[in-house]
T-cell receptor, first 117, second 114 residues
């Protein structure tokens, strides 16, 4: 199993450009998440999905859109990139969210380092 | 809204010395608690987690953490660190009421010196 994969690994954009980050998981997880990591701030949740066809806003959703057309994929889009979106983006997935179970663990991808000039 | 505070942003420590990383959270409801480690240029890896039961939790690589409900803390410890423990460590709290969303602390960077 590949676990959680992210593409691309690195990207440099100019202000105003658009791009899509792809996250894929092969663990049949229902829940998927997008985070951004900035120095000293830990990881902050951008958007998440509790199942195919559903998405919800997290802590810092502005400037991003997401789609979950297939259970195994979760896409993060930047329509008009801004320098403030320079960050490392992590995708994660988990089996379910509410049950008291070891399956609560979130599994993380390796990250995408995005620079917006 | 929940918040997670990691009191130390950086912790230098000598090899074979003990280390403690402090974590406090604000939520008063039942929570799940996690410690993740991020090695340089890698993603996050789960070290250990508290879901219920014993308040002393043992994880991988010799780490352990103690859940203290009255102090809303979940401090991470290792009795003897190795150079390979140099990494950034994140404490996180899971909101059981809404989608298992994790709230992360700001991270503690551990630098193990020879």
């Amino acid at each position: 199993n590949a676990g959680v994969t992210q593409t691309p690994k690195f990207r440099v954009l100019k202000t105003g450009q658009s791009m899509t980050l792809l996250c894929a998981q092969d663990m049949n997880h229902e829940y998927m998440y997008w985070y951004r990591q900035d120095p000293g701030m830990g990881l902050r949740l951008i958007h998440y999905s509790v199942g195919e066809g559903t998405t919800a806003k997290g802590e810092v959703p502005d400037g991003y859109n997401v789609s979950r057309l297939k259970k195994q994929n979760f896409l993060l889009g930047l329509e008009s990139a801004a320098p403030s979106q320079t960050s490392v983006y992590f995708c994660a997935s988990s089996y379910l969210g509410l049950e008291l179970s070891p399956r609560n663990e979130q599994f993380f991808g390796p990250g995408t380092r995005l620079t917006v000039l | 809204a929940q918040s997670v505070t990691q009191l130390d942003s950086q912790v230098p420590v000598f090899e074979e010395a003990p280390v403690e990383l402090r974590c406090n959270y604000s939520s008063s409801v039942s929570v799940y608690l996690f410690w993740y480690v991020q090695y340089p240029n890698q993603g996050l890896q789960l070290l250990l987690k508290y879901l219920s039961g014993s308040t002393l939790v043992k994880g991988i690589n010799g780490f352990e953490a103690e859940f203290n409900k009255s102090q809303t803390s979940f401090h991470l410890r290792k009795p003897s660190v190795h150079i390979s423990d140099t990494a950034e460590y994140f404490c996180a709290v899971s909101d059981r009421a809404a989608g298992n969303k994790l709230t992360f602390g700001g991270g503690t960077r551990v630098l193990v010196k020879p």
